[in-house]
């Protein structure tokens, strides 16, 4: 935004513009349920005076919560960030305002007006059945939140403001000449008014996201549209009425809010009798947005005080516990956690592994006879958004990162309600981004050690998109400062590998090199397997335990446990008639995942579907070849059991085609191809030629798991920590 000028309508832009493309047809509606971890369990339209006025109602137990009208600008969709925790615990509605969302888009001036939205805003509470609620107003919906507050007490128990304002007087005012700036340059650059606007009310560092979300939001509305719904917010003084509420008021503000001025909200809790007043030191003007877990706690600790326990354990009463946090994308991490848990109770007996993940690590961790925590089926599924954001054997893994705020939000606020009521000694998180970016956002809610384990470093961009380049360094950033500022939110973390297997790169520009700063801030355990490959090292035992013969060649081909990998298998089943023909006694395993369905492969003889296959790197280091995607995991296995293999990294997928293909090339063991470049005919002549040429692999160590399980006990037990 402007330097001189933030507030200036009619200044250009100085940073990277974040907008979204052209808009839709007027008539183009969003996808119905606007949140990706939440669909409403009831939704619907009010009808007033001709015009349909949307509502969605997430949740089915606990208090009303209920979200006042946002300016036309925004839809419901701006609150994914906490609505999905918050129908965990209260029944909250959210309704689109009329001009924009799923709510009709009159064309009548004489459509909108404050009355008209404060009336839909109360049809709507009519028709969810909503007798008495919480109001939760961000902005502009301040003003019908605190008239429904005034003139119908009895619906409204609590009022929580964030960022809002009694009044808009503009008549007669020195903003008219304003006024007519941003009127002529909606209609003139509506693209540049809605990065100037948005531009406002993103002022905190790092946040490109909240930023290019609500640009998405606009979408839902165009220039005449919105030049009318300005009407319903210009030249409304709720002060009057503001002086006649009497729940219980919380308001919060950001002392760096651009959009409204501190100023301004600090009078609504000067008239409002008895309201609190909260700063956000440095916040902007969309806390739920870009601080959520700040948000929801001041929220629920205000409707919700924290009840006294029902009993309270003596410290030296309480065994020693842990809390793994595994990343469920794939199975790699889980399985390689598992064995670190099992390391960590060969030294300490007595400790107690409570789980926290989701399918299919979930269902992995089940059949191994590990505790899942109850909580966990609040948890939204990392694997499936990752799956939603994959093309033909495509996926471009920033944005699929990036993208999964959402899901981070309400992964972490289920978090730190498990850690808040129960006692752990110690919290593990393998690439647990969710927990280790909301610990470095609110280093207050740390409450026992924490130890951070990921095998891969840096985001890095997959093509010469300045956008991508730039999103990705402010990504890494963002880590590399909060690392900086708080350096004992992790008070270990783990690289499951060592430092050669980091990749010689920047950041970014003017950010540091990737290995030099590992070094700095990581201890390595070596790469960790899930077994030891002298285990596995009697082929015949393999087979026989497993139904393979000696006599038959077999290839394995699996593609890691989400759906991402059909076209891989598609293209390897039409490989195989070419392979058969060159080598009768082969036979073919296609392991589909638990999340795949297995219908649709031709069927052959020599060629087996399986849905699942428990322990694959059993199936795999008895293999004479596998045909696997370019996961670290599943290729690693393979180098450890010294089995032939190629992999085939995803497109855009930064780990598999930078991290881990620099991993493999350490180990001499980078088998990699492109999908796209080999037809099923090619295929097979590489996979028979791989097949029959002598591996000439790296050792792979195999005390990964107990140096990385020394290490966390060392925090637990030796180290001083003190909460902070």
């Known amino acids: ?330 199975l790699g991490h889980v399985q390689r956690d598992l064995a670190i848990a099992r390391a960590m109770r060969a030294v300490r007996p007595d400790l107690e592994v409570d789980w926290f993940t989701v399918d299919p690590a979930a269902a992995y961790l089940a059949r191994e006879g590990e505790r899942l925590h109850p909580i966990t089926r609040r948890l939204a599924n990392e694997s499936r958004h990752f799956e939603r954001a994959a093309g033909e054997h495509d996926l471009q893994a920033f944005f699929a990162l990036r993208t999964m705020d959402e899901i981070m939000s309400r992964n972490f606020l289920t978090f730190a309600d498990l850690v808040r009521s129960e006692h752990y000694d110690i919290v593990i998180g393998d690439e647990a981004w969710d927990v280790d970016y909301h610990y470095h956002e609110n280093p207050e809610l740390k409450r026992q050690p924490f130890v951070f384990l990921t095998d891969f470093v840096g985001c890095l961009p997959m093509s010469e998109d300045p956008r991508e380049q730039y999103l990705c360094t402010d990504r890494n950033a963002d880590d590399i400062e909060h690392v900086a500022r708080y350096p004992w939110v992790r008070d270990r973390a783990i690289f499951v590998g060592n430092p050669e297997d980091l990749p010689d790169l920047l950041f970014g520009p003017g950010l540091p090199n990737i290995r030099d700063w590992t070094r700095r801030n990581f201890a390595f355990s070596g790469y960790t397997l899930p077994f030891d490959p002298a285990s596995l090292s009697d082929v015949e035992a393999l087979r026989a335990r497993h139904g393979y013969r000696m006599d038959e060649k077999l290839v394995v081909a699996a593609v890691g446990g989400t759906a991402v990998g059909r076209p891989l298998l598609n293209k390897i089943a039409a490989s195989f008639a070419f392979m058969k023909r060159e080598e009768p006694s082969l036979r073919m395993i296609l392991v589909a995942g638990p999340r795949l369905a297995t219908d649709g492969f031709p069927e052959q003889p020599g060629l087996e579907v399986r849905p699942y296959v428990h322990n694959l790197f059993e199936h795999l280091a008895c293999s004479d070849l596998a045909l696997v995607q370019g996961g670290l995991s599943t290729t690693m296995e393979l180098v450890a059991t010294r089995r032939p293999f190629l992999s085939f990294p995803l497109e855009r997928h930064f780990e598999q085609c930078i991290h881990v293909r620099n991993r493999l090339h350490n180990y001499c063991a980078d088998c990699s191809v492109r999908l796209r470049e080999v037809s099923p005919s090619e295929l097979a002549d590489r996979a028979l030629a791989t097949m029959a040429a002598p591996v000439a692999y790296r050792a792979v160590e195999t005390d990964g798991a107990a140096r990385a399980a020394a290490r966390i006990l060392e925090v637990m037990e030796n180290r001083a920590w003190a909460s902070a």
């Open 1 to 330: 935004m402007n330097a001189t000028d933030p507030t200036d309508p009619t200044a250009p832009l100085d940073r990277l513009s974040m907008w979204a493309g052209p808009l839709p047809p007027t008539d183009t509606l969003p996808d119905p349920y606007p949140y990706e971890t939440a669909t409403p369990d009831t939704q619907g339209w009010t009808t007033r005076g001709g015009v349909r006025t949307w509502y969605g109602v997430y949740g089915t137990q606990g208090p009303w919560l209920v979200i006042a009208p946002l300016n036309q600008i925004g839809h419901a969709s701006a609150h994914k960030a906490i609505v999905p925790y918050l129908s965990c615990h209260y029944r909250v509605l959210v309704t689109d305002p009329r001009g924009n969302g799923r709510s009709d888009r009159p064309e009548s001036p004489d459509d909108y007006s404050f009355d008209h939205l404060y009336e839909d805003f109360v049809a709507v509470l009519d028709a969810a059945g909503v007798d008495r609620a919480a109001v939760f107003a961000i902005s502009a919906s301040t003003l019908p939140a605190i008239r429904l507050a005034a003139e119908r007490p009895e619906r409204v128990s609590h009022l929580v403001v964030v960022g809002g304002f009694a009044e808009s007087m503009v008549t007669g005012t020195p903003n008219g000449p304003r006024i007519a700036k941003i009127n002529e340059r909606i209609e003139s650059d509506w693209p540049g008014y809605v990065d100037w606007f948005w531009g406002l009310l993103c002022t905190e560092p790092h946040s490109t996201k909240p930023f290019e979300d609500g640009v998405t939001y606009s979408n839902g509305t165009n220039p005449h549209i919105h030049r009318l719904t300005r009407a319903c917010w210009f030249d409304v003084d709720m002060r009057p009425q503001a002086r006649q509420v009497r729940c219980p008021t919380l308001v919060i503000h950001g002392d760096a809010d651009e959009r409204v001025p501190i100023e301004r909200g600090r009078v609504v809790a000067e008239l409002i009798p008895g309201a609190r007043f909260s700063t956000i030191v440095g916040g902007g003007h969309l806390t739920q947005s870009r601080d959520p877990v700040a948000f929801c706690r001041m929220l629920r600790d205000f409707i919700d005080p924290p009840r006294a326990r029902p009993a309270w354990t003596r410290g030296m009463a309480r065994k020693p516990r842990a809390l793994f946090v595994s990343s469920p994308i794939g």
